[in-house]
């Protein structure tokens, strides 16, 4: 999967990379550590909230990677 983002074509593990890179900024802005359990509830919020299936695919992923490499 693609995604158009300006003059870019973003890659599936570039939205991954992305979508922690989110995660992990909405924790800073608000004043939390940025923990795996932190990156893991902020990413799970995100894929709550959207509807597109394509976006929650990422989110999911960006978990399972998350996850396994802070163990």
């Known amino acids: 999967m693609t995604k158009q983002s300006g ?3 973003l890659t599936r593990d570039e ?3 992305e979508a922690i890179g989110f995660a992990a900024a909405y924790l800073i802005k608000n ?3 940025v ?3 932190g ?7 995100e894929e ?3 509807d597109i299936a394509e976006r929650k695919a990422i989110y999911q992923e960006a978990r ?3 996850l396994r490499k802070m163990q």
């Open 7 to 9: 003059n870019e074509i």
């Open 15 to 17: 939205l991954i990379r």
């Open 31 to 33: 004043n939390l550590p």
């Open 35 to 37: 923990t795996t359990r």
């Open 39 to 45: 990156l893991s509830l902020a990413l799970l919020m």
């Open 48 to 50: 709550e909230r959207t």
């Open 64 to 66: 399972k990677i998350v």
